[in-house]
Every structure is written in structure tokens, then in C-alpha cells.
């Protein structure tokens, strides 16, 4: 099914509903409208888990694509309605379907929202400043990317990326900014993909990058003169504009750490702030691709515990599996740790991301490593 029949069902689905519940007196009978949404959402909570979570983002973004007002939130109400959404654990009756398939749970609020410098704590974008902030942190790492590839051999190998160069590599990260200079200018509702998004690739590798800093300008500019509660299409959880600064943040961060192995065999230690900013990230936006939820639904390690832990920062994270997904948490939790691993946290980044190997003498294991080695293969992006 193409993504856009499945976004056009989704809407579909999303009215008839709003509209079922919404309808007054001389619509339908209270009686028969709560038969008909009872049994849809019987039938959509035997979904697969992923399944769910893809339902509840179409349905959503289709809500957040009408203007402010009753009729988006009754269309934001219609995931729990029907059953699109469900919290792990045994299902209650498909009328009180409300919670997420994934939760965060944080032992102490965040703290940063705003960046004194371009490596500096970065919150999470959720006012103009911070948005502007992240920007400017983009900004920079693109720049030092630039500069590292500049003079390089353009057919360099990049181990990180099997079987692709330097010019892959820039021309990957360059294709990533024209696209989100697209989805956010066009305020787009639905995905666009990279293949038509015209690249103007220069003939000359080595002019990749000064076409790399031109496209992240015109980006960047364009994420700055706009709203970042602006609700744009997003591959992750939040679909608005404030998300894709964060997005290319960390492509700049992991990009750079794979141009920098390239080229010297080890990248540059990270800054701990935008290391965790990128690891939350991450970890919110797993379930809503659907490479990694797939196989983490399928791991079979119901109930195990897996805990991030950063000697840099000291922040902690635990992560819970099961109920056709995985939870996490900010601290130790409760429960005794099936797995664990440390790092800085610019390493667990990129542990996560595969750039290093869990076996590198960085990491420091306990416990089951095959779960540590369950969950790095099913997150693979």
C-alpha cells in the first residue's frame, strides 16, 4: 500500500469517527455510534504494536494538519477512541485504549534551554531561542565537516558506512538538508522523498563541499523564519518544525564522527549535552520507524532491562522491553539491569549508531551481553 493511500485511509478513518462522535441530536443514535466505534476498536487494537503506533501518527498528523479549534481535538482524540494506541502490558477494554506504546519517565526535569555556544546544552528546541540556538550549533558542525573534507580524497573509504566514500557521505548529508529545507518551506502534510527533491550536485566531488555549506545555509535559514510549532510531516514523534533542527544536528554529529574515523581512525570526543540530546532523540523516534520497531516487537526479551549509563555527564538511562516495544526512563529505575554498558556519552551515541563496536575497549559491559547485542541489531537504522 503507497504511503499515500495509507495517509488518505488514515484520514478518512479520522473523520468518520470525529464525526460518529461529535454528531448531535437528530445525527446518530448514542447507542449505535458507541456499537460502531466499539467494534473498530476491537478490531484495530489486534493490530501488531508497530501497526498501532503507524496508525496513531497518520491519524494524528492528519489532525494537526486542520486549523486550531474543536474539530482537531476531537481528531486528536481519535487514536485512544479507536484503539490505535495502548500502553504495554495486558489490554484493558478497547474503549480505554489511552496510553503510549512507549514511555519516558524522568526522575528530574530537563534542564538548558538555550546554547551559549555551539556545543553547548541545547534543551529541546521548544521555544524560539532554543530553536534559533540549534540552528546555530548546526551551523557549526557543518562547517567543521566541510573543513574536514575539503581536502580530502573524495573516493576515501568510510568503514562507518560500508561501501560508501567521502562523496557519499557529503552528498548524503547535503541531500538530507535540501529535503528538509523542502518538507519545512512547503509545510509539507505527508513524506517527500529525497528523490524528488532536485540536489543540483556539482560534476566535481570536489566542489561537494561548498555545495554541503550552501544547502545548509539555505536550510537554516529557512528554519529560522519559521515557527517552530509549525506542524510539518516528521519520519519521527513530533511532527512540527522544531524537531528537524534537532534531525540535522545530529546527522551533522554523526556524519562528522563518520568523516573524522575516515580520515584518522577515531572521531573527536562529543559535546556530553549534545550527546544526550541526541540520544533522547533517538530513543523517541525508534518507535516510529518502522525498521526498528518491527524487530524490536520481535525480540522475545519480555521484561528485560537494558541501562545507558554516561561517566562524562552521569546521566542514566533504562530501558525496558516488552509489551510489543520498549519503555524507557531517565535514571536507574527500579528493577536490576539484565544488561548494561558505559561511556561517555558521545560513545554511547555513537554505540547506538553503530559507528563504534560494542566490542571496542571504550564500553564497559555487565550482565547479558547478548541483549546489549539483541538491541543494537534490531535498532540498526
Aim: with cysteine; proline share 9%; aromatic share 4%.
Amino acid at each position: 500500500m503507497s504511503e499515500t493511500l495509507s495517509a488518505t485511509l488514515a484520514d478518512a478513518l479520522a473523520e468518520l469517527v470525529a464525526a460518529v462522535e461529535t454528531c448531535g441530536d437528530g445525527g446518530v443514535d448514542p447507542g449505535t455510534a458507541t456499537t460502531w466505534l466499539e467494534s473498530t476498536a476491537r478490531t484495530l487494537s489486534a493490530l501488531p504494536p508497530a501497526d498501532r503506533r503507524t496508525l496513531d501518527g497518520l491519524v494524528r498528523r492528519a489532525a494537526l494538519r486542520r486549523p486550531e479549534g474543536p474539530r482537531r481535538d476531537a481528531l486528536l482524540r481519535v487514536p485512544a477512541r479507536i484503539g490505535a494506541t495502548r500502553a504495554p502490558g495486558p489490554a484493558g477494554p478497547a474503549t480505554a485504549l489511552t496510553a503510549s506504546v512507549v514511555t519516558v519517565v524522568t526522575e528530574a526535569p530537563a534542564t538548558g534551554t538555550g546554547v551559549p555556544g555551539p556545543d553547548g546544552p541545547l534543551g529541546h528546541a521548544t521555544t524560539p531561542a532554543a530553536h534559533a540556538a540549534v540552528c546555530d550549533a548546526v551551523a557549526a558542525r557543518v562547517r567543521r565537516f566541510a573543513a574536514v573534507v575539503a581536502d580530502a580524497d573524495p573516493a576515501t573509504p568510510v568503514p562507518t558506512c560500508p561501501g560508501w566514500t567521502l562523496a557519499d557521505l557529503t552528498r548524503h548529508l547535503g541531500a538530507v538538508h535540501r529535503w528538509t529545507d523542502r518538507l519545512v518551506r512547503t509545510r509539507a502534510t505527508v513524506r517527500v522523498h529525497v528523490a524528488d527533491v532536485p540536489l543540483d550536485l556539482p560534476a566535481d566531488p570536489a566542489a561537494y563541499a561548498g555545495w554541503l555549506t550552501d544547502g545548509a545555509e539555505r536550510v537554516l535559514a529557512t528554519l529560522r523564519a519559521t515557527d517552530p510549532d509549525l506542524p510539518v510531516w516528521s519520519p519521527g514523534a513530533d511532527p512540527h518544525a522544531r524537531t528537524y533542527p534537532r534531525r540535522l544536528l545530529d546527522e551533522a554529529v554523526v556524519h562528522l564522527a563518520d568523516a573524522e574515523i575516515a580520515l584518522g581512525g577515531a572521531a573527536a570526543p562529543l559535546d556530553p549535552t549534545t550527546a544526550e540530546d541526541a540520544i533522547d532523540r533517538f530513543l523517541a523516534d525508534a518507535p516510529y520507524i518502522p525498521w526498528i520497531a518491527e524487530p524490536v516487537a520481535h525480540l522475545d526479551r519480555e521484561g528485560a532491562v537494558l541501562r545507558l549509563t554516561a561517566r562524562d555527564s552521569g546521566a542514566v538511562r533504562t530501558l525496558t522491553l516488552g509489551g510489543g516495544g520498549f519503555t524507557w526512563t531517565r535514571g536507574s529505575g527500579a528493577a536490576a539491569p539484565t544488561a548494561a554498558v558505559e561511556a561517555d556519552a558521545g560513545e554511547l551515541l555513537l554505540l547506538l549508531h553503530r559507528r563504534y563496536a560494542a566490542d571496542d575497549p571504550r564500553f564497559t559491559h555487565s550482565g547479558d551481553r547478548d541483549l546489549l547485542d539483541d538491541w543494537l541489531a534490531a535498532t540498526a537504522l
